[in-house]
């Protein structure tokens, strides 16, 4: 496993008002790592996500990708530098197919312009087979799910589990390096859990991806982590192995308060 | 890949049978087979909607384009000019216009200033105003690009803004944009001095026909097929966009921007993009329009025609291109048609029939009303004739049977005015309560309150049939539309998430 | 510096503004509560110059009036505002009400709808031609002076009619039940209607309200101005719509400011800036720009922060 540091924040702090949501947040992941980020509602988990991907601009600190600061960066040229992500509350393009909805996130790494595409030119077709090419490609790591007849349907015609699918292969298609997955297994039941579990997996070891993960299950979290940073109201309160922050007693006190006594 | 070993999937097979063979719950593909099977008409619509979505774009645009050019050779000259040529002009307007509110979703309030742009532009640079007579090859190109350019500028400040913002931003340069060009003849410029730059409100006239190398396009029958090409190419090109990497990221753009933005599309970029497409297009017809009105006026450029493009948008719905095309015959033949009498008579009556066979459902219930109207309206007539005379002496409009009838039937006073106007107002608070009344009192009135659309029909908007008329039906046509149909005639229904 | 000219236009300003932020109100209200351009707003304000116009005629006219002339103003502005009232609710309940769930755009197009309705309506019946108000005799020309500030009866009683329907508005929406309703429906209509709260009737109100202030500002207009017609709505609306932006929309205070704001700048622009009679629209649409481009929330508007 490669040693090199693809993502690191360093010192980032965030306000919103008066109430400071990230604050002095040091972060770093390495390459083909799988990093859960886990915390109680409100530690600022969604917060980090949308610095990283220039949603929100950080008041003071630097974000580094790949050795190069991406803050103030627009979003869609952070995306184009390679991080991509998926929303805790899905935000597909609902009335586009399945299949559009992926190529549609392919166009940072496309170049045919307006005019070319009017005049369907040899070369912009050329690219649109590519494109097309490329969507089935991340579409076929979930099986026959999403493969098939199931291109040409529209995306608000999915079930619930395969829309969350959806998102994470509109996410490969960006020709991410690092995946930002938010929520990936929320509202899912056991079995498909499971899969999510082992699709993260293959992610990386199939598909080269470097991970980083928001969860609550910890079931997941166990069977994917490499790592795991916890987090409360912005801070970073323990960072390590599974084992080591789920038994922290930061970690136990944030997600379910002082012990008042001894029980054991 | 996780989805073998042991997690229960069915063997892999293709096509829709992925779905296990009885309904299970914990199995997502149960869920979303039901779901996923696509709206599937049967009979006579399924065939054709199948067949339609097979033929691929430029066979779509023959289906139109041929009946189209037949057309002239079975009409005159003047039913061309005003129902061809416009609808035309109009299709044009309304596919540019499409482009920036069907494909990106902004609302561009001010798209007809672009129009009267190019037609200005193109004033200026062939007519005796300036004594420039340039050849369309030459200006044509020019006027693109200049409308284009100002597309730009106007776009460069909308980028940031949305929805609600965008609209009055437009709308307020369409504004500006009469103002100015109403007023171009008193400005001093910086450099140039005191021009007359627009002729103010009196325009531009004279505008030479297009000249493209020698051959001049002057006659209509010239025009319509300059025009009909036009538009056929139009349409081609607007298709073979949409399904290519710029119309994709439109309409991702239009879905949800930041969702967009986030998938590596630069949305602003892409919206300027729209703007500046919309504009050039809008420029282009404005051009040919000149050629057509051979004057540039400012009243042309106004909100009314706004309205009117963005009313064929919303009959045919938006982003359905052929749906546009189907909404500009409509919205250009139907006003044309209400002009006279005896072609709006029925058509209004027709209209209301229409309504009343598909609203009324049982045959009896629909009779007993309809013979409960005549019925009403004899007694009421007779009434009149023995108590009011003055309210039952004057003609029904137009002549022929119909209007014979109605003098017996209808009540029709010499000198309508001001119980017309009682009438209408008395109408629109009728419409406003009918809705809330009970069942029971709905069947009983609903006699009298047809009586009374007729009544100000015969008596108000028939005798005053003028573009008022024609407008206040539009208006409350688009409100009636919005509230059975959002999406338009042709609109898919969106799913949206609010 | 010519301070006459200068009290001149700070004069009509304020009248002109005491217009403008009546009719923002209106938006203001609308918007807040329904996050929806009620288009049709300027033609109701046009409606309610035609209602006062009639009432004013069905008194005996400005030369026979069978009441006194202080009582004919204000049966005029009671009858407009609540005529106005009323076709306010009305289009609520026709044009927007089945809409509450459709996409964004269709309640536009049906706002739009209804003000080619409401415009074509007018011309129908009341004609093309402008209207006289002529209510000089009944009012009297009577120019008050401060000092070299002067100005006539009728600004004086736009002014304070505006002033004292603003006010009246203020302690409704800040002390009633009706008006916590009001406010607590614009925060988030949901949780509004799980608190036990008629939404329906709220926004019925909200309109009733927003509508019948742009009724008396039709009739203020006709008093001032003395001619009215049947698309004096569109450029009015614009304005309104302006002042409303101003201020922030969604916020009473911000109307009542960016009114008198936009009134005034209108009217400075006439006097002071180049060809500004002609171009003085001009002026407005780019001060609008300017406060969209700088400042998109307004003056006393908070900007929405999007939860991702």
Known sequence: MSDSKLLELQEVDKSFGGLRVIAELDLVVREHE????????????????????????????????????????????????????????????????????????????????????????????????????????????????????????????????????????????????????????????????????????????????????????????????????????GVKIAEGSFEAVATDPRVVEAYLGLRTAETK | ????????????????????????????????????????YTGLRGRLTREWDHLPPPARVLVFAIPAAIFPLVTTEGNL???????LIYALLALGLNIVVGFAGLLDLGYIAFFGCGAYLYAILASPQFGYHWQAEAAIPVIVLGTAIVGLLVGLPSRRLFGDYLAILTLFFGQAFVIFVNNANRISFPFVGHTDLTGGSNGIANIDPFNFFGYKITTTRQQYYFLLIGVSVFLVLLMFVNDSRTGRAWRALREDPLAAEVMSIPV????????????????????????????????????????????????????????????????????????SSANARPLFYGAILLALLVKIRPWRLLAAELGGLVAFGFVVHAIAEAAYPRLVDGKALGSGTVAH?????????QHPVKIADFAYISLIAAVVVYPQ?????????????????????????????????????????????????????????????? | ??????????????????????????????????????????????????????????????????????????????????????????????????????????????????????????????????????????IGVKTFSVGQLFFSVTQLLTVVVAVLLMVALTIFVARSRLGKAMRSTSFDREAASMMGIDVDRVIAVTFFIGSALAGAAGVMFGLVFGQIYHYMGFIAGLKGFTAAVLGGIGSIP????????????????????????????????????AVILIRPSGLFGTAAIQKV
């Open chain 1, 34 to 233: 799988i990093v859960s980020v886990i915390g109680p509602n409100g530690a600022g988990k969604t917060t980090l996500f949308n610095l990283i991907t220039g949603i929100y601009r950080p008041d003071s600190g630097e974000i580094r990708f790949q050795d190069r600061n991406i803050v103030g960066l627009a979003p869609h040229k952070i995306t184009e530098l390679g991080i991509a992500r998926t929303f805790q509350t899905l935000r597909l393009f609902l009335n586009m197919t399945v299949k559009e909805n992926v190529m549609a996130a392919e166009y940072g790494h496309t170049k045919v312009g307006v005019v070319r595409s009017m005049l369907r030119t040899p070369g912009a077709r050329r690219e649109e087979k590519e494109i097309h090419r490329v969507a089935e490609e991340k579409l076929s790591f979930f099986g026959d799910r999403l493969m098939g007849y199931r291109w040409d349907q529209p995306a608000y015609s999915l079930s619930y589990a395969n829309r969350r699918r959806l998102e994470i292969a509109r996410a490969m298609a960006t020709q991410a390096r690092i995946l930002l997955l938010d929520e990936p297994a929320a509202g899912m039941n056991p079995r498909e859990t499971h899969e999510i579990t082992e699709l993260i997996g293959t992610l990386r070891d199939v598909g080269g991806y470097t991970i980083l993960v928001i969860e609550h299950d910890m079931h997941v979290v166990e069977g994917i982590s490499d790592r795991v940073v916890a987090l409360d109201h």
């Open chain 2, 1 to 40: 890949m996780a989805a073998g070993g042991g997690s229960g999937v069915p063997p892999d097979r293709s096509g829709p049978a992925d779905a296990p063979d009885s309904p299970r719950i914990g199995v997502d593909e149960w869920v979303a087979s039901v779901e996923g099977k696509r709206e599937r």
């Open chain 2, 81 to 87: 000019f005003r129902y061809g040529l416009f609808t």
């Open chain 2, 268 to 339: 602003n970029r892409l919206k300027l993009l729209a703007f500046v497409c919309g504009a050039a297009a809008a420029g282009f017809t404005g051009a040919i329009y000149g050629t057509i009105a051979t004057a540039a006026l400012p009243g042309d450029y106004d909100v009314g025609l706004l309205i009117t493009i963005y009313a064929i948008m919303i009959l045919g719905g938006f982003g359905s291109i052929m749906g546009i095309v189907v909404g500009a015959i409509i919205v250009s033949s139907v006003p044309e048609l209400l002009r």
């Open chain 2, 405 to 413: 009838a109605l003098d017996h039937w209808m009540l029709l006073p």
């Open chain 2, 437 to 498: 009344l009970s069942r029971l009192w709905r069947a009983l009135l609903l006699a009298p309150l047809l009586y009374l659309v007729m009544f100000v029909w015969e008596n108000l908007l028939l005798v005053q049939i003028g573009g008022a008329t024609r407008l206040v039906l539009l208006g409350a046509l688009l409100v009636a539309l919005m509230n059975v149909r959002p999406q338009g005639l042709f609109g898919t229904a969106t799913v949206e998430i609010v």
């Open chain 3, 1 to 138: 510096m010519n301070w006459s000219l200068f009290f001149d236009l700070t004069v009509s300003g304020l009248t002109l503004g005491s217009l403008y932020a009546l009719i923002a109100l209106g938006y203001s209200m609308v918007y807040g509560i329904l996050k929806l351009l009620n288009f049709a707003h300027g033609d109701v304000y046009m409606i309610g110059a035609f209602v006062g116009w009639y009432t004013l005629h069905a008194l005996g006219g400005p030369l026979n009036p069978t009441i006194s002339g202080a009582a004919v103003l204000f049966v005029m502005f009671i009858v407009s505002m609540l005529g106005c009232g009323v076709l306010g609710v009305a289009i609520e309940r026709f044009a927007y009400r089945p809409l509450r769930n459709a996409p964004r755009i269709a309640p536009l197009i049906s706002a739009l709808g209804v003000s080619i309705f409401l415009q074509n309506s007018a011309l129908l019946i009341f004609g093309a031609s402008f209207r006289d108000y002529d209510t000089f005799d009944l």
């Open chain 3, 254 to 289: 911000g109307a009542m400011v960016g009114g008198l704001i936009v009134g005034l700048a209108e009217s400075y622009a006439t006097g002071y800036l180049p060809q500004g009679s002609t171009f003085q629209n001009l002026y407005v649409f780019a001060l609008l720009i």
